[in-house]
């Protein structure tokens, strides 16, 4: 029995044709996350894209679902033991790094007090300012994406930068050192910037609890672009209003959309944007998601191992 390919994924016109080459024997299915049918699902072997977890789980030919994004936790129990697992991990890099640095130097800038200032039609002298020239930065996931931010802070002069991993297998770029998570709280009094980059798992969940904020420098930035559950919110909140840091920028928080009520609303220095680092807001990134899913569809033809196969 042939393939069957439901692809999700933001595919053109003219891409169309090199899936169904990378497997001419295959049926190729096109739809939407949110046009796909249970009858799509039923008939598929593989899906490529961002379907609703509980559309997956009506899948029970399945042999592999590859996932648009980085993350695949909300798809654990959707797909079987049986069938394999890849992500997109390190196609939004570029996306994710530029963000967090555009957010870093707003910050060290003070950019979000000057738009407010330009709102009250006040024209005030917002004072010092910091730079990243000489600085330490410290990123918790040195990843794919804290690997591309760590390159961008270099490029502006940033004097050392530490990567955290889970497992330390050799020197990943960007980076002057990487160490254990097991050495987290002996850094984190050194890093003038401290950015979060880790995935959401039973480990990482409330990593920068109250205890690991009050370690960081009183004038350090935080940044968060990875998983919201990874950071004690009120914790910062409190801190942050008691004058701790310079600044801090979160695109994720825990839970999505941020409440209404939420404190974090009122921090000053505070910078908060709606989970827009990643996405397919560029299309690098886009054109980085096909690349990828097409490399791996040729990998699945020819029997090769699978890249970004997800461990479960």
Not at 41 to 61: H, S
Not at 68 to 86: F, H, K, N, R
Request: with cysteine; charged share 20%; glycine share 8%.
């Amino acid at each position: 029995m042939p393939d069957v390919i439901l692809n999700l994924l933001p595919v053109r016109e003219e891409e169309k044709a090199a899936f169904e080459a990378a497997a001419p024997d295959a049926v190729h299915l096109y739809a939407g996350r949110r046009t796909a049918t249970p009858e799509q699902f039923a008939q598929a072997t593989i899906v490529m894209g961002w379907p609703r977890a509980e559309m997956l789980a009506q899948a029970p030919r399945l042999r592999w679902f590859h996932c648009m994004w980085a993350g695949t936790d909300q798809y654990t129990d959707a797909v079987p033991p049986s069938a394999l697992m890849t992500s997109s991990a390190g196609t939004n890099s570029q996306s994710v790094a530029e963000h967090m640095l555009a957010s870093l130097l707003s910050l060290y800038r003070k950019i979000p007090q000057c738009r407010d200032q330009q709102r009250d039609h006040a024209w005030i002298d917002v004072g010092d300012m910091k730079s990243l020239a000489g600085a330490t930065v410290l990123v918790a996931g040195a990843g794919h994406v804290g690997s591309a931010f760590a390159q961008l802070c270099k490029a502006l002069g940033a004097a050392r930068t530490i990567g955290l991993k889970r497992t330390v297998g050799g020197p990943v770029p960007g980076f002057d050192e990487v160490f254990p998570m097991e050495r987290t709280d002996e850094l984190l009094p050194q890093a003038d910037v401290v950015a979060l980059v880790l995935p959401h798992t039973p480990s990482t969940v409330r990593f920068m609890d109250r205890r690991r904020l009050g370690l960081l420098k009183d004038d350090a930035v935080l940044l968060s672009a990875g998983r919201g559950s990874v950071l004690d919110q009120d914790a910062l909140a409190e801190l942050m209003q008691g004058g701790k840091l310079w600044g801090a920028a979160l695109d994720v928080t825990e839970p999505e959309p941020l409440p209404a009520d939420s404190p974090l609303w009122e921090v000053p220095r505070l910078l908060i944007t709606p989970h827009v680092a990643g996405g397919m807001r560029l299309e690098v990134t886009r054109k980085n998601c096909i690349q990828l899913a097409l490399d791996n569809l040729r990998r699945y033809q020819t029997g090769e191992p699978l890249r970004n196969l997800v461990a479960r």
